[in-house]
């Protein structure tokens, strides 16, 4: 699974990778965390790049509240297309999630787990495959978004059976058109670990209300 992630690029470095012309307001954030804002590109009606803030944690447009998004913050590739959450969105609202590191969690013993940090070796940003939906309440309305996973590669494998699904700059138009009618489970496989490095790091990650620099310094 993916539970935390960073975004820690400077908006000029985020603008350069994705080929971004405007981008919201957005403070380094170095231990996003479910229920929380992150930032994502969606396909704009011209099919051109639009940046969002999506609230993470997918509620579907049928669903009663909000509360059901704590629980849909990933989607198993293998069952994404069948399953009622997210069928939909997948189907016609997918989303590329920028990221430039997610943590996982190795269990040392019952009590303990080591939170360890995975980027890419040249520690470029990336995106993560994304669906997106829109819910609206009474007096409200929210967009939210899930981030796809799938088998760990041999690189997480050692920590944990599931990886987010990292997206290479190819894929991206062909994962946002709305209109393309070829396979995307194709897109939804494990990174090469060759261009992967993860690190340990402190467990004050381990709390969604502790976001510094000192989350991501390796041990």
């Known amino acids: 699974m993916c539970g935390r992630f960073s975004l820690t690029q400077s908006a000029n470095a985020l603008a350069e990778t994705f080929q971004l012309e405007t981008l919201p307001e957005w403070t380094p954030r170095y231990n996003v965390a479910p229920t929380q804002a992150v930032m994502a590109i969606a396909a704009a009606p011209t099919h051109s790049r639009q940046v969002r803030l999506f609230r993470w944690g997918l509620v579907p447009s049928w669903a009663k509240d909000l509360t059901i998004g704590a629980k849909l913050i990933n989607a198993r590739a293998e069952t994404v297309a069948e399953?009622?959450?997210?069928?939909?969105?997948?189907?016609?609202?997918?989303c590329l999630i920028l990221a430039d590191g997610f943590y996982e969690w190795h269990r040392i013993d019952r009590k303990t787990k080591q939170p360890y940090y995975f980027q890419l070796t040249d520690r470029q940003p990336f995106a993560f495959a994304g669906l997106w939906e829109r819910w609206q309440g009474d007096d409200t309305v929210v967009e939210t978004c899930t981030i796809l996973t799938t088998q760990a590669n041999e690189l997480l494998q050692p920590i944990h059976d599931r990886m987010p699904v990292i997206l290479a700059p190819e894929e991206y138009d062909r994962w946002l058109d709305?209109?393309?009618?070829?396979?995307?489970?194709?897109?939804?496989?494990p990174y090469d670990a060759a261009l992967m490095r993860g690190d340990r790091v402190s467990t004050l990650v381990n709390r969604a209300t502790n976001d510094s620099p000192d989350c991501v310094n390796t041990l």
């Open 178 to 189: 709305p209109t393309a009618t070829s396979d995307h489970h194709t897109l939804l496989c």
């Open 83 to 94: 399953k009622p959450s997210f069928r939909a969105a997948f189907k016609q609202r997918r």
